[in-house]
């Protein structure tokens, strides 16, 4: 089997890469940098791996017959695409044209990783499927949102108007190792300031809710809905919902320290609430979350501190035989 990933240099492309190679997979990676690293593919020792730098907003052609192609390219956290906002656009509707035609001349499976963003500031919780969404398309969040919402449109178009074989996949907040410890994300953002000894920045009172899922579980996710009949939506996520104001408390007590909380100014159209409804991926993919907050946070942290912390020998969670406190 021959499979194309697009963003394959980035955080979740590098661990779809992994699992696919090591179910035999002969993958070609393509990332523009942007946002991904080649640090994140660089352990990657096989014949069956090839990586292409390409920007997708551009035509891309490829000799070699793909059965698969999970379009995973773009900016994903708020630092990025609010900096990067023309880029957002392009590759969701260029990227995503691009991908889907040659999805249509390969005769390919075509994915697309789209977003619990496409719900917006989310009226109902938890969010089905079904949900349209409650979305400011000309806010400075409107790039992403609105940027996954074309791209899903384009591939239901194809889906229903030139028969291509497709799915499409809402992920919601995963975490893991590879992630930016300077993401702008809510998990490498409160774990880089505690490391630092620095105050965590919770915005707005922190009641707002999120739901974590590690990258491992929403790998596994994303894979199975690629290998399943189903060609609507299908939430990928951890229903375990937890507020801002509590995840900052867990990752105090788990890494201690003397940093505190503080608030400041809830940013324009942050979403009041992020919670998946899961029950389509459990009946048809057989899929659930198995990895629990804590074990995905501790090898977050690890992850961290041996990549960004440059101290090996000693980490920053202390000097006692603990690694974080429990």
Not at 250 to 261: A, C, E, P, Q, T
């Amino acid at each position: 089997m021959k499979a194309l990933v697009t963003g394959g240099a980035g955080f979740l492309g590098s661990h779809l890469c992994d699992m696919l190679l090591a179910k035999g997979y002969k993958v070609f990676c393509v990332d523009n940098l942007v946002t991904g690293s080649v640090k994140n593919i660089e352990h990657i020792k096989s014949d069956n791996f090839t990586y292409i730098r390409h920007d997708v907003t551009k035509p891309f052609y490829i000799k070699d017959n793909i059965e698969q192609i999970f379009h995973l390219a773009s900016p994903a956290s708020p630092v990025d695409y609010l900096e990067l906002p023309i880029q957002t656009l392009k590759v969701g509707a260029l990227g995503t044209y691009n991908m889907l035609g040659l999805a249509k001349e390969k005769g390919a499976r075509f994915l697309l990783a789209s977003t619990s963003e496409v719900y917006g500031d989310p009226l109902v919780n938890p969010q089905k499927e079904e949900y349209w969404g409650n979305v400011n398309p000309i806010g400075p969040r409107g790039v992403y949102d609105e940027a996954k919402r074309y791209a899903e449109a384009i591939t239901m178009a194809y889906y229903r108007y030139h028969n291509i074989d497709t799915r499409i996949v809402r992920i919601f907040n995963t975490y893991g190792t590879r992630m930016r410890l300077n993401d702008g994300r809510v998990v490498p953002n409160f774990i880089g300031q505690v490391l630092r000894g620095e105050d965590i920045t919770v915005y707005g009172d922190g009641s707002q809710t999120r739901s974590f899922c590690y990258v491992s579980d929403e790998i596994e996710g994303i894979y199975r809905l690629m290998m399943s009949d189903y060609n609507l939506p299908v939430n990928i996520g951890n229903p375990e919902e937890h507020t801002i104001l509590e995840f900052a408390e867990i990752i105090l007590r788990m890494i201690g320290g003397d940093s505190k909380i503080v608030f400041k100014e809830l940013p324009v159209d942050e979403p009041k609430q992020r919670r998946p409804d899961i029950g389509k991926a459990q009946r048809m993919l057989g899929w659930e979350p198995k990895v629990g907050l804590r074990e995905g946070l501790e090898r977050t942290m690890a992850y961290f501190d041996k990549m960004y912390m440059r101290n090996p020998d000693k980490t920053l969670y202390g000097s006692n035989t603990k690694r974080f406190n429990r």
